[in-house]
């Protein structure tokens, strides 16, 4: 299967899977192409066992406009509803994909673009970058999951009051208020994002895919649940290659070789 298109360049460099989204003449907004062709890229990383971490970015000005607001208006309802379909379904390989995904931002996350890394594991912003819930201001709700990120993450009031008012927020605030990971020199972002992906492909990716799970069940389960699922997945982990060269690594005063086993 041929990986990437015309709105979305893939690339595979040792243990990353990059994605790029490819439309810079339209601020890397949404096609059924460029969706497509992520849900076909995460598929690939979900099979390829050399794949251990995933990163997301934008070509050009900014990482994503979220939906192409040239052609709204123009599209009628059963494609809009098929779009978004396939929208919710590549949100959810993002969050099902047992391995790290990495957003690296700059330039404006807008609307679903802001969603779609919010999608992701962990964010990385350059600075000046902007985040904003777009929506309002076309006369639509959000899409791509941002009523459920950002009201986990900053709660109702904070939640709608950005998307009632479709302001941008510096990534300094993003920071502030726990949106982004770590917010890096533009010039530096790319090779310090890289970094980043391959200091997290050296992890135990059993263990690390299994964290994400239960840290995205979290908030929907009581604790006695998570109590549970921890107790079954600790005894699975046990058994695994990389706990057994974890303990040997501490024994020998080490770095440990994981190898995702």
């Known amino acids: ?4 298109n015309d709105h979305l360049s893939v690339d595979i460099k040792g243990p990353v899977l990059s994605c790029v989204l490819n439309r810079p003449d339209a601020l890397n907004a949404f096609s059924d192409q460029m969706i497509i062709g992520l849900q076909n890229a995460l598929d690939e990383a979900e099979r390829n066992d050399d794949v251990k971490v995933v990163v997301l970015s934008g070509a050009g000005r900014s990482f994503s406009a979220g939906g192409d607001v040239k052609s709204m208006g123009t599209a009628d309802a059963q494609h809009l509803y098929d779009h978004v379909g396939e929208l919710n379904r590549l949100i959810l390989k993002f969050k099902d994909l047992a391995k790290p995904v990495v957003a690296v931002v700059h330039g404006y996350a807008a609307g679903a673009g802001f969603n779609l890394a919010l999608a992701c594991d962990q964010i990385l912003a350059g600075e000046e970058s902007k985040f904003v819930l777009s929506f309002a201001q076309v006369g639509l709700v959000a899409d791509g999951g941002g009523h459920y990120f950002l009201s986990r993450l900053l709660g109702p009031y904070r939640t ?4 009632f008012r479709a302001e941008p927020i510096p990534v300094e605030t993003a920071a502030e208020w726990g949106l982004v990971n ?3 020199p533009l010039a530096d972002l790319e090779e310090e994002a890289m970094n980043y992906a391959l200091a ?3 992890g135990p990716g059993r263990a690390m895919g299994m964290m994400k799970k239960i840290v995205d069940q979290a908030d929907r389960s009581d604790l006695a649940t998570i109590l549970e699922q921890e107790r079954i997945t600790q005894t699975m982990m046990v058994s695994t290659e990389d706990h057994k060269e974890g303990v040997q690594a501490f024994k020998e005063k080490r770095k440990p070789n994981f190898v995702g086993k």
Do not use: A, D, H
């Open 1 to 4: 299967m041929k990986l990437g």
């Open 160 to 163: 709608k009051e950005l998307l």
């Open 182 to 184: 770590r917010v890096i």
């Open 200 to 202: 997290l492909s050296k």
